[in-house]
């Protein structure tokens, strides 16, 4: 049997961000599978289907659809042979009926005009013919999440689409409708399609894979069946266990509790809830290290404590106040520090000088505000004090920060969101994409604030960076904390296991394969 | 207040219809590019240029609907223009809009004093006005007939084309792809459509519709070409087609309401000591407030879904303690 | 000085310098229909805008009074944009300034000096009111302040017509203009036969005050940062809606201050069409002027010496219609619209320059 896709020798360099996405990627895909695409955040596994679609263009490496050799250069290639592709955020017009989303480009029309009537049966028929029922007439806007979806999956069927690629189709979903959703995939592979299912939910994967492959820092780290694996592993291909370095530190001292949220929830942009009933508590002198897969609830759930994001329900205590209904600057001024994840559009404004981002939430502190007006000599001297302290290279206050380099960039953060001695430091990610360097700078200075008696919350995807920091482990998934380990009693594989939508149960029977079941 | 109301004429309405029909040009092709999501702040220039234009070709050729086909096609032109500088160089929209309608104003009046002479409003015996044309039959059906015959091309054109841009929007596919652009590039690209095509022909169309408009101020309604003739039309068909939410009989009607309320005026300060200013506001007052209406619905729709989701929470965790 | 900051400077004036040039070079072509030498053109257009023959008749000094709304409607938009809201709404903010200051100037009585300033208060908060409320549709309701400040700038503009006409209306004589307003609420002038005054100095301080406000105050520093990065500033904790709101309430005021500065100053009343197109004008001195106070301040005297230059030099000396100076404006903005081109240009050169330059130890660049 030829095998639907095959790639061979994928590889792919962004030069603009430095990263490896993809080297020598072999992936091959059979008819009438559906074939789960594992991998964390930043593997490489969206960039080999962007590759296969079209989007993003592979440095070397040759693609075979149904034995034949093929160059795809544009979406409109794939579609042409055969493979359509659903993303994470659709590309729907919300005006539009369901019909009317599905046949644009392809409508029928006679004398030039539009056929609505005859549109909406072909809709009609499409959808009988793949079990996926809907209501062609009605407007995409008004519809569901997980409908929208089907609408996505429809448009692509109409288009002869032999090959489906989902992107992290569950992302989106409820639970209801991820159960939904494996129903009909598991039904298109009836009828004859192959499907690509990209995820890094491995339950999702024991339900839906015919055969699973796991990515790992633009490597293929192997093709299994599912029938002949388990979630345990997965988990173990997926995480790796390439260890870096590790920080020298003292033992923690940890004291009174400083910080704590309490059956917090908190939704999502699309308002979806990210953080569900989730309570923890840091205390001064020690820092709690969140592990999990991005889009877990972590940014949610840090954005929430800094008052950048509204709490749904739940309340949030530093020391003895409670931090309900405090805006982010009554925060700020009551010593919560906030290390954000993109320090690019958030930690950072690229326009301006390093001295007007050291001066960030200090703007009317009588240190550097008099009579409202900014005391310019004293804002230079903190950039300075940031620049020696951090010893930031090459840099100014008044220089563009733009010209400075991603570690320095992150010092100037660190610099500007430890200085004052905050009580509760959020670090989010604090090192992504940081050379190994300036990684260590971070891990140190975090260290340093802990020792002077900070609480650190610290949320990385990274295991290394949770084990060589973390005096105290949590994993969350699902917006749930799902384990609590005192740092020296987790493995990277406990944790890589509850990280990827396991349970410790199946450690201990990981002989076979029943994942399902002992989901909690 | 018989006086006002004595008003409401055949007349009225006749003069209606003639003072919106460069508004309901403009704005046509106003709400064309708004479907297309490029927003068009050129008209004002775009229709002052048809004016110029217009009048102009009408004298050279001798001949008033060479002086119309003229001003269509410059104004398609400059739309072109406005395209290529907009797709090609990813220039701000606004400020461009600002530069070609300022460049238009002083440009006009710059080739009219050095080829025509140095005058501030310029007029040619030869030129005819275009004819008005009485439609046979319904001419003479009273009052319906006064209103409806007797309007020179230009205004039919406008209310034919309301109509043929309704059904190449809604009935068409390229109507459909435009909109589909204006609503969600990323959507109409993922399946094969060229955006900035799509993108271009309406710019283009607008600058013809609006020029067309333009044409009509000075070889169909006068003929004679002044200084910044289209005297913040362009703007008003700026505002109808948003009053009209860019739907082009919506637009048609809008167009008419502020030509109606131009006309109205004019009559009301001939009878009464009434302020025509304050008639005249009154379309932009709604423009204002259609706007708020329209957000208001947008905002409304996002409070009752978040409403929704957060009550479906409240409720799951309730069953959820009482587990 | 250092290198950064000169070149940030010569990166400010390239693209705009490039863009005169341009402009004036595509402009040459026209006034060679005329017959005329564009370089003779171009001598008596500056030399009329910008020359001082005798105190009494001095151009330098009509242009000064000329720039003075300009740059007064320049920061308007310099002090919106930079808060990230696309204001075109100077033009409407303009007429409510200068309504209430006919207003206010006619019918109430107050000594000299305190009537002034009285007048030019009201006016900017009238101004600054006529901005808020877009910003606030904007922030509250979401309705898109580019489209909100030109309705209301056509509602401003028959405002404007109604108040002339009725209201304040003087006398019934052709073009229907206001009562001239007490003379002691006239802005003084510098000299005799000129109308330049005391309002310059106004347009100047403004001017300092917007500088001052925007780069030396922590609401101008708040009202910076959530106009170039919104992230960065809610993430600090500064609130962008308020910021939003507050901008065009100061943008509006500052715009109600050239209104009121036209009537106290120079024209002493309202007439039918008044004014009509400064605040386009303001809004092209504040994008020549990349969105600088100072740039604004420089823009606003050149555009207005070329309308002027053009007006006196090479319509009235040489017979050239002084349209060529707006003609020339707006080529100018049209290339800085186009900033890409010269953009994509001014890299290839500086990349080539950088290849055949003698290298400098510039000091490291960091590490990744």
Redo the contacts between chains.
Sequence with gaps: MTNAVEMKGISKFFASS?VQASSNVDFSVETGEVHALVGENGAGKSTLMNVLYGLVEADEGQIFIEGKEVKIGH??DA?HHGIGMVHQ?F??????TIA??IM????P?QY???QPKEEEEVVRQLADKFGLPVDPSARVGDLSVGMQQRVEIL?SLQRDIRILILDEPTAVLTPQEVEELIQVVRGLTELGQTVVFITHKLVEVTKVADRVSVMRGGKMIGTKKVAETDIPEMARMMVGRDVLFRVEKEAANPGEVVFEAKHL?V?SES???AVK?LSLQVRAGEILGVAGVSGNGQSELIDAI???RPV??GSLHLENDSLDGL??????DRGVA?I?E?RI????????SLE?NA???R??HPD??RW???I?SAVRKFASSIIDRYSV??A?P???IV??????MQKVVVGRELAGDPKLILANQPTRG??V??IEFVHKTLIEARDEGAAVLLISVELDEIFSLSDRIAVIYNGQIVGEFAANEATEYQLGLLMAGGSLDQEESAQKKTPAEALP | MEDILGLLTPALLNSSIRLATPIILAALGGAICNRAGVLNLALEGKMLLGAFLGILGAFFFANTYMGVLVAVMAGGLLGAFFAFVYLKYDVNLIILAIAINLLILELTVYMMRILLGNVGTWSDPSIQKLPDIEIPIIQDIPVFGDIVSGYNIIVYLSWFLAIAGYVVLFHTKFGRHIRAVGENQDAAEAVGINSRRIQLFALVISGALAALGGAFLSIGHLTLFTRNMSNGRGWIGVSAALFGFSHPIGVFLAGLFFGFADAFAVRLQNVTDLPPSLIQVLPHFATLFALVLVALREKLSLYMAKRRSSAALRSGSEAATAD | MDRARRRKIFDAMTVPVLSIISGLLVAAILVLFTGESPWEAYKTLFSASFGCAELSRCALFSMLERATPLILTGLSAVVAFRSGMFSLGQEGQMMIGSIMAAWLGYVVMLPAGIHPVFVMLVAMAAGGAYGWIPGWLKVRLGVNEIISTIVMNSIAILFLEYVVNFPLRADAGATAHSHIIHETAWLPTFFPGSRWGFGFIIALAAAAAVYYFLWHSSSGYQQRMAGQAPLFARFGGIYNERIAIRSMFISGALAGLAGAIEVLGVHHRIITGFSVNLGFDGLSVAILGQVHPIGVVIVGMLIAGVRLGAQLGLQIQMGIPRELGGTVIALIILFVAAEKFFQNNIDTFRQFWERIRPKEPVGELGED
Aim: hydrophobic share 30%; charged share 20%; no cysteine.
């Design positions: 430095n979406p409109d579609i955020h590309k729907l017009v919300p005006s539009f009317q989303n644009l480009g392809m409508e029309s030039g005009l539009l448009k929830t939704l308002g979806v809830p009933d800094a008052g950048i749904e329900m805006d982010v600057s009554a925060r700020r906030h954000p993109d559009h958030v930690g950072l404004n690229m326009e301006t007007e001066l960030l939430s703007e009317n550097y505000n409202g007006m900014l310019r290279a090459s100014t008044e220089g563009g010209t400075l380099s991603g570690g320095n940081l050379d360097g300036s």
